[in-house]
Nanobody, 121 residues
Framework: QVQLVESGGGLVQAGGSLRVSCVAS????????MAWYRQAPGKQRELVAR???????NYADFVKGRFTISRDNAKNTVYLQMNNLKPEDTAVYSC???????????????WGQGTQVTVSS
């Protein structure tokens, strides 16, 4: 099985910064795309940023220029550096990974449990 564990959330004032991390563990052949999603109370989950195994990235418009996604393939870890945070960034941030368990298998989607990010005004 594959487990994703996020860390690094917390409370920060508007304009501040946080970095959240997500580590994948378990038995698998490869990790392809990794991504961060967020869900605020009463809202649908939305994509924040995605990074491919080759480190191509794409971002939601609402975080462009403020957030940076990166990964360390040797550590099976994806990061989200969040700068100039705004109160509307308050949400549970969850990571997602597309994992190929064996070379002959299709990739499967795995989710972490999420980490709370709260931005005060």
């Amino acid at each position: 099985q594959v487990q994703l564990v996020e860390s690094g959330g917390g409370l920060v004032q508007a304009g501040g910064s946080l970095r959240v991390s997500c580590v994948a563990s378990g038995s698998f052949f490869s990790i392809n795309d990794m991504a961060w999603y967020r869900q605020a109370p009463g809202k649908q989950r939305e994509l924040v940023a995605r990074i491919s195994s080759g480190e191509s990235t794409n971002y939601a418009d609402f975080v462009k220029g403020r957030f940076t996604i990166s990964r360390d393939n040797a550590k099976n870890t994806v990061y989200l550096q969040m700068n100039n945070l705004k109160p509307e960034d308050t949400a549970v941030y969850s990571c997602n990974a597309k994992v190929r368990l064996k070379i002959i298998m299709n990739e499967l989607s795995y989710w972490g449990q999420g980490t709370q990010v709260t931005v005060s005004s």
